[in-house]
């Protein structure tokens, strides 16, 4: 198998473990981050009514100042914590999708975290 299909495979089996313990409930909803190249989206979702409660992405019109480095990261984590805080939502499970949690990952989740949402 080629490099990058290994790598794809290894991200796709690390997705599967996390997501087999961290699910989110009314009370602690599920925070879900995904990174590409060039874009950041964060929603936090409520896996027992499938529904999404808040989202955040750099493509939305008041965020487009926000690139794809890990001090911008830190300001769309603020905004997600923001808009939680607006719904009531102290508490949540956190979901890095794969990812390793370090740069871009963990800023979005200390910005949460200044905002004042327990992870």
Same mark, same amino acid.
Request: aromatic share 4%; with cysteine; charged share 35%.
């Given at each position: 198998?080629?490099?990058?299909? /290994?790598?794809?495979? @290894?991200?796709?089996? @690390?997705?599967?473990?996390?997501?087999?313990?961290?699910?989110? !409930?009314?009370? #602690?909803?599920?925070?879900?981050?995904?990174?590409? /190249?060039?874009?950041?989206?964060?929603?936090?979702?409520?896996?027992?009514?499938?529904? !999404?409660?808040? =989202?955040? =992405?750099?493509?939305?019109?008041?965020?487009?100042?926000?690139?794809? !480095?890990?001090?911008?990261?830190? #300001?769309?984590?603020?905004?997600?914590?923001? @808009?939680?805080?607006?719904?009531?939502?102290?508490?949540?499970?956190?979901?890095? /999708?794969? /990812? =390793?949690?370090?740069?871009?990952?963990?800023?979005?989740?200390?910005?949460?975290?200044?905002?004042?949402?327990?992870?």
């Amino acid at each position: 198998m080629d490099r990058l299909g /290994n790598k794809k495979n @290894r991200k796709r089996r @690390r997705k599967i473990h996390i997501r087999k313990k961290v699910s989110g !409930t009314p009370d #602690r909803p599920r925070m879900s981050i995904f990174k590409s /190249n060039r874009h950041l989206y964060i929603q936090v979702i409520d896996d027992l009514h499938g529904r !999404t409660l808040a =989202s955040a =992405s750099n493509m939305e019109k008041d965020l487009l100042d926000i690139k794809c !480095t890990v001090i911008d990261a830190e #300001r769309l984590g603020q905004v997600i914590g923001e @808009r939680l805080n607006e719904k009531k939502i102290k508490r949540i499970v956190f979901d890095r /999708n794969g /990812n =390793s949690y370090h740069g871009i990952i963990k800023s979005i989740a200390e910005g949460a975290r200044k905002a004042g949402v327990q992870f």
